[in-house]
């Protein structure tokens, strides 16, 4: 297992100890996806959260005529899954899948609960990832309700550009809740 991404990730706010990382890293399962792998389908039950190692992720909602709205997107570095039913064990509402090839760890419900007993500063570290994970969604709430659709194309242009290098265009105009034609003609506004 390539053990360095994680262990990076993790000491931007936690220090390990030499005899908590061997622990840590034997609790994550490793597994490598094809490109178009569904991680999670909604309506099963969310067991993991999921760290990307390499490759990219796409959170989306699928409504009742099957339209999806992309809620977020996962690349080399971060983490990512259905948290409101990972948290508490119900049935999911996304669905996961991999954009391309993709080598990702899973943390089992289970595991993270345990692993919160027995290295108590794992709490620490995934209270700031949900902290940040909360502010950016609170940000993209507020920006839908007060930016133009231009506007928020290109927060999410500066904000994420490794993002937007690795998914289409239509998957941003999904995630920035308009249609593929309208983020085409804002491009094109974009480069006269």
């Known amino acids: 297992m ?12 936690i220090s390990l100890d030499e005899n908590e990382i061997p622990y840590f890293l034997s609790i994550l399962k490793e597994k490598k996806y094809p490109k178009k792998s569904v991680i999670l389908k909604e309506g099963e039950i969310c067991k ?5 190692q390499s490759g990219t992720l ?3 909602y699928r409504d009742s005529q099957g339209k ?8 080399s570095d971060w983490w990512i ?3 409101s039913c990972f948290i508490n064990q119900q049935p999911a509402m996304l669905n996961i899948e991999t ?3 993709s080598l990702i760890l899973h943390l089992q419900k289970e595991d993270l609960d345990d692993l919160y007993i027995k290295i ?3 709490e620490r570290f995934f209270r700031i990832i949900m902290q940040n994970a909360y502010i950016r969604e609170q940000l993209r709430v507020i920006q839908n309700l007060s930016l133009s659709a231009e506007q928020r194309y290109h927060i999410f242009l500066d904000k994420y550009p490794q993002v937007a290098k690795q998914v289409t265009q239509k998957q941003i105009a999904s995630y920035l809740g308009i249609t593929p034609e ?4 804002i491009r094109a506004n974009k480069n006269k």
């Open 58 to 60: 796409r959170a989306f």
């Open 2 to 13: 390539t053990q360095d991404i994680v262990l990076k990730n993790i000491a931007k706010h």
């Open 68 to 75: 999806e709205s992309t809620i977020m997107f996962a690349v």
């Open 182 to 185: 309208f983020l085409s003609m």
């Open 120 to 122: 108590p500063k794992f």
């Open 81 to 83: 899954t259905d948290m």
């Open 48 to 52: 993991t959260i999921n760290f990307v």
């Open 99 to 101: 954009l391309e090839e």
